[in-house]
């Protein structure tokens, strides 16, 4: 059973940074696409940066670009965001998805994810 489990969320200024990882066990990781969401009360949850099998393809939302990079380390089964810059709006709910399927998407296995906050 896969189990995915977060890590670094905390409470920021602004223009301050922050690392999340995510712990995989359970399967392959490497046979795993990966993601961070974001998930904020009231909105719908939106895929904030996704990692290929082999980390050598990325995508971002276009809020993140320039600020955020997300990698993957496939020998010890983690994977990460580096968040730089952060801005209020980027307050949320964050969670770290894999599965198969298209690469940028992942949504087969989900952690709890970690509250990230940062004040003004």
């Known amino acids: 059973q896969v189990q995915l489990i977060e890590s670094g969320g905390g409470l920021v200024q602004a223009g301050g940074s922050l690392r999340l990882s995510c712990e995989f066990s359970?399967?392959?990781?490497?046979?795993?696409?990966m993601a961070w969401y974001r998930q904020v009360p009231g909105k719908e949850r939106e895929v904030v940066a996704a990692?290929?099998?082999?980390?050598?393809?990325?995508d971002y939302a276009d809020d993140v670009k320039g600020r955020f990079t997300i990698s993957r380390d496939n020998a010890k089964n983690m994977l990460y965001l580096q968040m730089n810059e952060l801005k209020p709006e980027d307050t949320a709910v964050y969670l770290c998805?894999?599965?198969?399927?298209?690469?940028?998407?992942?949504?087969?296995?989900w952690g709890q994810g970690t509250q990230v906050t940062v004040s003004s």
């Open positions: 998805a894999g599965g198969g399927g298209d690469w940028r998407l992942p949504t087969n296995y």
């Open positions: 359970g399967d392959t990781f490497r046979h795993y696409a």
């Open positions: 990692v290929s099998w082999s980390g050598s393809q990325t």
